[in-house]
């Protein structure tokens, strides 16, 4: 039974294949072989391949993929940082003593400019000018020494006056009081002479005599006391002008320093309009050194930038408009320094910490060491991993930045959508 059946079922398939070369042969005859008819495996090819370009469709219209970008920014300095300005228009730098990274203290000179005035001056003329200014300081010191001369042959004169009536006045108490002992001892005899007299003992001859002795001692006292009490006054007064003298030396003394003082105020007043002299504001590091030997400096040139020896910084971003809504909060993402191979140092991780919302045109960012061609958004991210990197204010970097999902076919059509943009904006 079974044979049977695979004979019909196989004679069946014998008579539908003679069936179909007899199809074709008829089609061969007439038409020839390029209108045959397809058989049943070129509709299955078809079909696999309608099917299949049906699925790349829809996967390249619906398969989302993550596309990046770079964008450019910069360094800079999270903490205070203090600008060396130089307010004179037209100065040449004579010499400079940092270089760019070096640290320096408060005070230390940092460059030193030549003024318009110290260019217009010549050689001749600047000698000339020190030498009217040196005459003038020694005529006004020679004055002043003189007087200060006169003023100590005074005080010389005055000390030795008064180790003069010293003396006298020393000499002249002892006979004083020589003096005084001796007028109580002719008291005395006095009043003994005239106890004899009026006893009738001495006669008044003697009593004469004895009272003009008496008074001869007693004028005797009298003087003496009065060329004491004159010696005394004498030495007040004598000590009184010692004090105004010395008081004046020393007025002379003072303005004698205050001449040398002034003499060389005015010789630094004249050397600094001729030359200046820059100084560090404060303690910290030399940033965005912008002098060099030689070079003419404008009013309001930034001679350098001192930060901080602790500095924390930061990391701004210009993000073109086309970018600004593909950015997440806190996204993170990898940042390579310019002037540092990625391929030997590698990058540093940051994170996006504020997005502005003002759009910045290129004229308000000219300060900024980017050159933008049009508007952007500011973009302020913080280090995460600073990888050892020496960083400086202004340094430029490129970020690799992640953008959201996309599908392949806007991927393939970016290019071309992108070069029309930038054409329009050309054209605009």
């Not at 069946?12 to 007899?22: G, I, K, M, P, S």
């Not at 205050?258 to 030399?286: C, M, V, W």
């Not at 490129?398 to 996309?406: D, F, H, I, P, Y």
Request: proline share 3%; aromatic share 8%; hydrophobic share 35%.
């Amino acid at each position: 039974m079974n044979e049977s059946k695979n004979t019909k079922i196989n004679g069946f398939n014998e008579h539908n294949l003679y069936r179909q070369d007899a199809i074709d042969s008829y089609f061969s005859k007439d038409f020839g072989k390029s209108q045959l008819l397809p058989s049943r495996h070129y509709y299955k090819l078809v079909m696999i391949l309608i099917i299949w370009l049906f699925s790349a469709s829809v996967f390249i219209y619906t398969k989302p993929i993550y596309d990046t970008v770079q964008i450019q920014g910069w360094v800079e300095n999270h903490t205070t940082t203090q600008k060396i300005v130089n307010y004179e228009q037209g100065s040449l730098v004579e010499d400079v003593f940092v270089e760019q990274g070096e640290i320096v203290s408060k005070g230390q000179i940092i460059a030193k400019l030549i003024r318009p005035t110290g260019l217009s001056f010549s050689e001749s003329k600047l000698t000339q000018q020190f030498k009217l200014l040196d005459e003038q300081h020694e005529k006004q010191i020679k004055v002043l020494e003189q007087e200060k001369k006169q003023i100590k042959l005074a005080i010389e004169g005055l000390k030795t006056e008064q180790l003069y009536i010293e003396h006298n006045l020393v000499l002249t108490t002892q006979h004083t009081k020589r003096v005084k002992n001796l007028d109580a001892t002719t008291l005395l005899v006095h009043q003994s002479v005239e106890t004899m007299f009026e006893n009738g003992q001495l006669s008044l001859q003697d009593l004469s005599t004895s009272q003009q002795q008496l008074q001869n001692i007693q004028q005797k006292n009298f003087n003496l006391t009065s060329k004491k009490n004159e010696l005394v006054s004498r030495s007040k007064q004598i000590n009184h002008q010692l004090l105004q003298e010395e008081a004046k030396f020393q007025k002379l003394e003072t303005s004698i320093q205050l001449t040398h003082l002034k003499s060389q105020a005015r010789l630094e007043e004249f050397k600094q309009s001729l030359n200046l002299n820059i100084y560090s504001p404060t303690d910290g590091i030399i940033e965005n050194l912008n002098v060099s030997k030689g070079s003419s400096l404008s009013h309001n040139h930034i001679i350098a930038n001192v930060r901080p020896q602790n500095t924390e910084f930061l990391i701004k971003l210009a993000i073109p408009s086309n970018v600004i809504n593909h950015i997440e909060p806190e996204q993170e993402v990898k940042i390579q320094v310019d002037g540092y191979p990625f391929q030997q140092y590698g990058s540093l991780l940051a994170s996006f910490q504020h997005i502005e919302h003002t759009l910045m045109f290129p004229k308000s960012l000219s300060d900024k060491p980017l050159a933008l061609t049009r508007p952007v958004y500011l973009a302020r991210l913080k280090i995460i991993d600073k990888n050892n990197f020496k960083l400086l204010s202004g340094v430029t970097v490129s970020a690799t930045v992640g953008m959201k999902q996309m599908t392949i076919i806007d991927w393939i059509l970016q290019p071309i959508t992108k070069s029309l943009f930038q054409n329009f904006e050309l054209e605009a």
